[in-house]
Each structure stands twice: as structure tokens, then as C-alpha cells.
């Protein structure tokens, strides 16, 4: 009992995913800047702003419905940090597994647009409203890729569990780089998913202000930015665990090395997409993913389906 | 015969009582006086036969027991037609928004500024004064003044249950503009929003993403410069007129001291003018680059934006090496320019010209290859030739609609008859052609300084000036960053001019902004407006200013100011004081390397 609760609360749980959190928006900012040739926050700078948003005083509109805009962000960041759990970081397992987390996780991790949905809706404010209904539309063009972008591994190693998918790829050491194609398919649907350029549409600050967010300032906005930032650390580990799943035999502290240069190579890449790319229309996105992601998904799929009916076995 | 000798002879042949009436001011600059009863005749027949397509402005003088009207046209090949004409106060004058409907926001301005009657003016929103001005006050006409305001009138917030008696009754809500679905919503875009960067308004109305109707309120920056210029010197006036915009600042201070020079007939000696122009490019460069940043910002691709204004940041470096200030240059004379550009000078801009040279090829080559920069760029913000022409956009953006509409080239000031440079047309019609016209526009003024900076004419850079103008009057007309900006000027023999007009290019620009909305999507909304880089600032001029606050004057210099500054960072535990300066920065100190 006191060492699931150590589990959940400390390590590898709230309290180290959120520094590790605070630090993976630090290493994003901070490269963003120097890729833009600006000078970037110190390192302490998301904590900061964390600690201050949470002094500052709840503003809610009038108009809005007081219990879902509160309970909105408290969702997001419960769904990101119980999603967590389930997936294996160092080692083929992760701290609690059951078959078909895999399933769970993706609803998990489907949660926080849900909520900035709701949160947004529920501000009524036009600006929040038009974020809200972007944020859904955007859900639809990314989540299908990304279902099944995740399912080829699953599919290959024959089994519903995040857990037992490491464990495969861990006795099948060279299996990996078969699901790169479907690497890329969820790299792009993360960048949808956490919402950022170039898809940051639902919160883009010169159409619609701050979208869903627009409304809501003090702790509340903290506890969004925070599940955000989670939502970021987790997306990250699932893809490394789901799609990189080499070195996990590895002794604790090298493991765990190896496991945060995973993480922080997708952020990388997801700083890299920011920087480079314009933010596109709602309807450019939407094409976007179902003329290309999706198909490219499916592709990865048959890939899969022939290798595991004709080669592997 | 030349065709602005051609176009007088026209005038007088088709019309008996313009015989020896048309005065030739200089070439490209025709004067008629017309009386009311004839207007309508030699309006139609100078825009139908004699193709003066393209209304400058309309401005609007109190001549005492009369109103008095010029309404300034242009052709391609830079002439100017201005026709005069004159109505009593009380009586009404036809609208001529058949020929022009950009006139419509020139036409809102008589009615709000001189109390002009105007038959009809389509219902719109007001312009360009506040919503609770009170009636029967015309800031423009010679005996207003701001006293017989109610200074607390429109200070009252809502909610406070003062009953405003005050309120414009001669314009209604417009009638073309409402909400004809059930799922239609209108969204604010202003006054106040993150992707403008000055207070004016948008009534968006939506459908989904779609764009059904657009509604634009101006008149948030008005600070009664125009007023203003009447209660002042000629010489104050440079430095008001300065004033109107930040960016665009020495294009306003040239148009106005040009008109003034006209009206006295000062020749302004070979090296000030080349040193204008010099400056004029330079600040092309400098607003040019700022828009590029802001083009990117405003389609979410802020890498673009922190490049665009690093490399600025040098041009307004060199600009405030030439004439010791960053943007509000005060450069400007009547008669000349204030400083001269010294070897050394002239040997760091051209370095610098150098740089930038290589940066913009680098966004030159961006524009044409990054894929999401075209997606969002092209297809967007269309406006066809026809249109440009119809709505009198002006700039950048009627030259990426294919309409070679440049002054510099059509009407030569200051050195620009005698630089070589081409006019950059593009055929794209869309945000994405006015991007590559003002980069290509980049490029040329970098080649425009180097030429000018090699070839500077030996001389004196000023000649004397009067401080009492003679009577007269006379237009400017100037190519701004972006597009044509008129200065009227009217002398009445005394140190204070009589009337000054300024018509800045954002305001041709909006009328065509609706257009470009047409059918588009709330995403494009934001770069569709900065495309056409907005000033609202030059835009909102005119009217006194009413100062609210009672409290007693505190003159500041800038040391005080400075002090000032410093202690109250100190109370708040941030001391600057010990910071240095870093003096000089242009070129020494750390500077962060090109690309």
C-alpha cells in the first residue's frame, strides 16, 4: 500500500512527471527561442508561471456554467496522470497493466480535448465557442490516424497491452523499425492532439484570442497548461514505448537515460515542426490528415497484416 | 503638346465657361473651378471621357458662407485633376459613390468633419468620429472649437445610468449588414484583440468557419492632427504631421513639406532631395521587413517573425545612425533636409544594404518553396484587377493585382525621376502576390540607396524658407511603404496654414478588405487585413483633441522622464541604474550573426 501510493504520488508518478513536465515546456521553449535566435526563458521559468497562475484570482464569466468550467481542467489533468500508469517507460513494464490498456490510454489521452471542449463551450464566451468546435473538428481529422497508427504494433506483437507489446518487441529486438511509418503517422497526430503549430488552430491567438482557453485565467488556466504539459510528457512516452521499444534490458539508471533521450528526441522534433511551419486552416487540416495521415496509417496496417501472416509466422 | 497640356485643351473645348479657367500648376497638376450646377457635367465627363479613373481623395474646406469641395483624381500616368466646387452650408450635394464606391468613406468624412449634406450616402457606420459625439458639431468648419464640448459627455461608463442625450442620429445601423441565419454568430474582432496591433473594430459575422458579412469601425486613433495643423505653424506642422504614424512617418513630413515648397516655390537643392529619398527607401525596407514579421505572425509562423525583425532592428539602426532617431526621424525642412549623410555614414548603410540583401533572398526563396507559408498565403485574400480599379486600392496591393500604380514612377518627387528602379507587379491577386511585390520591393530599394548613396550630388541641403507662406494651394502626392498618400496644403498669406488634408493609403486599402473577405474563412481574416499593412494610426487623423484630465501640467524633459523611470523600477526592486548603456549599439557591441 505505501509503496503504490509512493508510485502514484512521487516517483515514477505525479511529482516526478510533473518536473519532468515543467522541464520537457522549459527545453521546448527554450530551443523554440534559440531556433528563432531569441535569447528563451531560464529554466525555472514554467514553474514560475505555474506557481504565479496559481496565486492569481479565478475570473469566470457570468455566463458561464460554473461546474463544467471548473471541472474541465481538474479532468484533463487526471485523465493525462492515470494514463501514465499504464504506460512502460523503463523495462517492458509499466507500474500497472491489465489486457486492452492500450485501448484505455488512447481514451485517456482523448480526454483532454474533450475537456478543453467542454471548457470551452461551457465559457460561452464566441471566442471559446468557435476554440471548442475547432478543437472537436480537429479531434476527428487526427484521432483515426492515430487508433490506428497505434494498433499496427499492437497488432504485430498480437496483444491489446501497452505492457505486453514492450515485452514483445523486447524478445524481438529487430522488430522496431517495422512500425517507423506508423511513427510518423502519430508524430503528426501528437502535434494535433497537443495542439500545436501547425495545428494549433483551435487556439490560434490571432483569429480567436486563446480559443477554449480564452476564458479562463489564475488556477484553473494552470491546471489546463499543466495537463498540457503532461499531456505532452505522456503522448511522448507512449510513442517511445509503443514505436521505439529498444534498450529496455538495460540496468536501471541507463535505461532510464535512454528512456528520457527518447522522450526528449520527440520533443525535439515536435519543437522542430513548430518552428518551421505556418499554422493551417481548420479545412487544410482536416484534408491533410484524412487524404494522407490516414491512408498512410492504413498502409502501415496492410504492411503488418502481410508481414505477420506470411513472414513472421 | 504634352497630355497634361492635352487633357486642359480637352476641358476647354467640351465646356464654354472653363475657357482660360484651367489652371496648369506645373505638369500633371490641373486645377478647375466648376460651379455646383455643373459639377455633375464636368465630373462625368472628366471620369468617362478624359479616364480619370482613380479618386484620391475628396477634401473639404469651410470657405465661410460655403463649404467648398476639391475632389482630386488621377490618372495612370500620374496626372491630377482637381475640380473645385462650392455649395452653401445648408444645401445638399450629390454623392458620387456611382463612380467611386471607395468615395463612400471620403464622402462619411465630409459629413462627420464639416457637417456636409450629402445626398445619398448609403447607410453605414459613422466616420470617422465616436458614437457619442453630439450633433451639429463639425470639428473641421473655422468656427468650432473644442469648448462647446461637454468634456464628460462619452467619459461615463456603461452601467452607470447616465442618460446620454447626446448621439448620432443621421446615421442608422446599415441595413445591408444582418444576420439572416439561426446559426450565424458575430464575432468582435476588436477594438481590442491579439492580432491588431491598433484599436479599430470588425463585426465578423460567421456561418461555421465562413465569413458571411464583415463590418469595419475606424476612428479609434483620432487625435485632431488635421485640426491640430490649422492652430499651428508651418514648421510645427512638420514635426505634427510627422506624428500620424509611426512607421510611415517620414512619408507624411515629406508629402506636407513638398506641398508647402510648391505653394512657395522653393527649390530644394539636389542633395537634400537625394538624401530623402534615401531615407524614404530606408524606411520602405524598415516597414516592409516589420510586415513581413507580421504576415508571419498572423498565420502562425513565428519563426519568420523573430527573423523579419532581428534583421530590422539594422535598418532602423542605420536609419537612426542618418538622422539620430529611430522613427520619427525629424529629418525634414521646409526647404531641405535638417542633416547631412557623412562618408562614414554612407559607408555603414551600404554594408548594412549588403546584409539585408542576402536575408531577403533567404525569405525570397522561403516565400517560393515553404509549403504551409503557400498554403495559407495563396488563393487568400483575392482582389482582381477590375476590383483594385473599381475600389482604388492603392501600393502593394494593387500592384500584386497587376495595376503598375506607383507615384514614384507616375508622378517623380524628391530623386526619384532621376534613380532607376522597376515598378514590381505581380499577377497573383492574392496575399501571397503582395508578398512577392514587397520583396521585390525590398530588393529594388536596396539597389534605390546604393545608387543614391553613390551618386550623392554635392551641395547645400536647405534653403532658407519664409516663415509666412504665400497664399496658394497644392497637393503632394507621395508612395509611402503602403501605397499613395495625399497631402493637401492650403496657404492663406499668414504662418499658419488654412488647411491641411491628409489622406493616408490605409484608407483606400479598407474599402477593399471586404471584398477580399468574400467567401473566406475566419482563419484568413487576421493576414487578409494585415495584407494590405494596416496603419489605423495614419488612417485616424483629424479632430481635436479633448483632454479629460484636469490635473495641473507637469513639463518633463527627457531626463526627468528618465529619472523617473529608474525610481520607480527601484520601488518596485529592479534597478536599471547600473546597467550600461549600451551606447552605440548599431555596430558595436554583441550582435547576433546573419542567418
Known amino acids: 500500500m505505501g509503496y503504490a501510493l509512493f508510485c502514484i504520488l512521487i516517483f515514477p508518478g505525479f511529482l516526478f512527471l510533473s518536473a519532468v513536465s515543467l522541464f520537457a515546456e522549459y527545453f521546448d521553449r527554450k530551443l523554440y527561442a534559440r531556433l528563432q535566435n531569441r535569447v528563451g526563458p531560464p529554466w525555472f521559468q514554467p514553474l514560475a508561471d505555474f506557481i504565479k497562475l496559481l496565486g492569481k484570482e479565478d475570473v469566470v464569466p457570468e455566463e458561464a456554467d460554473r461546474t463544467m468550467f471548473d471541472l474541465s481542467p481538474v479532468f484533463a489533468l487526471a485523465a493525462v496522470i492515470v494514463a501514465f500508469f499504464y504506460i512502460p517507460m523503463w523495462g517492458a513494464r509499466a507500474l500497472y497493466s491489465f489486457s486492452g490498456d492500450l485501448i484505455v490510454v488512447l481514451y485517456l489521452l482523448t480526454i483532454p480535448t474533450l475537456t478543453f471542449f467542454l471548457g470551452g463551450w461551457y465559457s460561452r464566451s464566441l471566442f471559446s465557442t468557435i476554440g471548442a468546435v475547432r478543437s472537436i473538428t480537429q479531434l476527428f481529422a487526427y484521432e483515426i490516424p492515430l487508433f490506428v497508427a497505434i494498433l499496427a504494433p499492437a497488432m504485430l506483437a498480437n496483444t491489446w497491452s501497452l505492457s505486453e507489446v514492450a515485452a514483445y518487441y523486447y524478445a524481438h529486438p529487430f522488430f522496431w523499425p517495422i512500425n517507423l511509418i506508423a511513427f510518423g503517422v502519430a508524430l503528426v497526430a501528437l502535434l494535433g492532439k497537443l495542439e500545436r503549430v501547425p495545428f494549433d488552430i483551435p487556439e490560434a491567438e490571432t483569429e480567436i484570442v486563446a480559443g477554449s482557453f480564452t476564458e479562463y485565467s489564475g488556477r484553473l488556466l494552470a491546471y489546463f497548461r499543466m495537463a498540457i504539459d503532461i499531456e505532452t510528457v505522456v503522448g511522448a512516452s507512449l510513442l517511445a514505448a509503443v514505436f521505439l521499444p529498444f534498450g529496455l534490458g538495460l540496468p536501471p539508471p541507463l535505461g532510464f537515460i535512454l528512456y528520457l533521450a527518447k522522450i526528449f528526441a520527440i520533443i525535439v522534433a515536435l519543437t522542430l515542426f513548430r518552428t518551421v511551419f505556418a499554422r493551417l486552416r481548420i479545412d487544410q487540416m482536416v484534408e491533410f490528415c484524412w487524404k494522407w495521415v490516414a491512408p498512410i496509417a492504413f498502409l502501415q496496417i496492410l504492411i503488418n497484416l502481410v508481414l505477420k501472416v506470411f513472414v513472421i509466422r | ?595
Open chain 2, 1 to 595: 503638346m504634352n497630355d497634361t497640356e492635352n487633357i486642359k485643351a480637352k476641358l476647354e473645348a467640351k465646356f464654354d465657361f472653363l475657357k482660360d479657367a484651367v489652371k496648369l500648376q506645373r505638369d500633371r497638376r490641373l486645377w478647375i473651378e466648376v460651379p455646383y450646377a455643373k459639377f455633375a457635367e464636368v465630373f462625368d465627363f472628366a471620369v468617362k471621357q478624359l479616364g480619370f479613373s482613380f479618386l484620391c481623395t475628396i477634401t473639404g474646406l469651410d470657405a465661410g458662407a460655403d463649404l467648398e469641395y476639391i475632389y482630386h483624381l488621377a490618372q495612370g500616368a500620374g496626372q491630377m485633376l482637381n475640380i473645385k466646387t462650392k455649395a452653401p452650408k445648408d444645401q445638399a450635394i450629390k454623392t458620387i459613390t456611382a463612380y467611386f464606391p471607395s468615395g463612400i468613406i471620403y464622402e462619411r468624412e465630409l459629413v462627420d468633419l464639416l457637417g456636409t449634406k450629402m445626398e445619398g450616402l448609403p447607410a453605414g457606420i459613422r466616420y470617422p468620429l465616436p458614437d457619442d459625439w453630439p450633433d451639429n458639431q463639425y470639428p473641421l468648419r473655422k468656427d468650432w472649437n473644442a469648448d462647446v464640448l461637454d468634456r464628460n459627455v462619452g467619459s461615463k461608463m456603461e452601467g452607470e445610468n447616465i442618460n446620454i442625450t447626446v448621439g448620432p442620429t443621421h446615421l442608422k445601423e446599415p441595413s445591408d449588414f444582418s444576420i439572416t441565419h439561426k446559426n450565424d454568430v458575430t464575432i468582435p474582432i476588436g477594438p481590442q484583440h491579439p492580432a491588431l496591433k491598433e484599436p479599430e473594430s470588425f463585426s465578423v459575422a460567421l456561418r461555421g468557419e465562413k465569413i458571411v458579412g464583415i463590418q469595419l469601425r475606424l476612428g479609434y486613433n483620432h487625435r485632431g492632427i488635421e485640426k491640430g495643423a490649422e492652430q499651428r505653424s508651418y514648421i510645427q506642422d512638420v514635426y505634427l504631421l510627422e506624428r500620424i504614424c509611426g512607421i510611415c512617418s517620414h512619408a507624411h513630413s515629406t508629402a506636407y513639406v513638398q506641398a508647402v515648397e510648391e505653394i512657395a516655390g522653393l527649390k530644394v537643392p539636389k542633395r537634400a532631395e537625394y538624401i530623402r529619398t534615401v531615407i524614404g527607401e530606408l524606411e520602405r525596407v524598415h516597414s516592409h521587413l516589420l510586415w513581413l514579421g507580421v504576415a508571419g505572425h498572423e498565420i502562425g509562423f513565428d519563426t519568420l517573425l523573430m527573423y523579419s525583425w532581428r534583421d530590422r532592428e539594422s535598418v532602423m539602426d542605420i536609419l537612426a545612425l542618418i538622422t539620430g532617431n529611430r522613427v520619427n526621424y525629424g529629418m525634414n525642412l521646409i526647404g531641405g533636409v535638417r542633416r547631412d549623410i557623412t562618408p562614414e555614414e554612407i559607408d555603414q548603410t551600404l554594408k548594412v544594404i549588403d546584409k539585408l540583401e542576402e536575408q531577403t533572398k533567404y525569405y525570397i526563396q522561403l516565400a517560393l518553396e515553404e509549403v504551409t507559408l503557400i498554403q495559407r498565403l495563396s488563393g487568400v485574400g483575392t482582389l482582381t484587377t477590375e476590383d483594385v480599379l473599381r475600389l482604388g486600392a492603392v501600393g502593394p496591393t494593387a500592384r500584386a493585382s497587376s495595376v503598375p500604380r506607383d507615384i514614384r514612377k507616375d508622378d517623380p518627387y524628391a530623386a526619384y525621376g532621376e534613380i532607376p528602379f522597376k515598378v514590381i507587379t505581380d499577377d497573383h491577386n492574392d496575399v501571397y502576390g503582395r508578398t512577392i511585390v514587397r520583396m521585390g520591393e525590398l530588393m529594388e530599394a536596396y539597389g534605390m540607396v546604393r545608387y543614391a548613396l553613390k551618386n550623392l550630388p554635392d551641395g547645400p541641403i536647405s534653403v532658407r524658407a519664409p516663415r509666412k507662406i504665400p497664399a496658394g494651394e497644392a497637393v503632394s502626392r507621395y508612395e509611402a511603404p503602403r501605397g499613395e498618400d495625399i497631402h493637401y496644403v492650403k496657404s492663406n498669406g499668414t504662418e499658419n496654414p488654412e488647411r491641411v488634408k491628409v489622406r493616408a493609403p490605409t484608407l483606400a486599402n479598407t474599402q477593399a478588405v471586404s471584398k477580399m473577405l468574400e467567401d473566406r474563412y475566419l482563419a484568413d481574416l487576421p493576414i487578409v487585413v494585415a495584407a494590405i499593412d494596416p496603419c489605423f494610426s495614419c488612417t485616424d487623423r483629424a479632430i481635436e483633441i479633448i483632454n479629460l484630465d484636469n490635473s495641473e501640467e507637469k513639463i518633463m524633459t527627457w531626463k526627468n522622464l528618465r529619472d523617473y523611470s529608474v525610481d520607480w523600477y527601484k520601488k518596485q526592486g529592479v534597478d536599471f541604474s547600473k546597467m550600461s548603456s549600451r551606447g552605440g549599439s548599431a555596430f558595436g557591441g554583441k550582435r547576433s550573426k546573419f542567418g
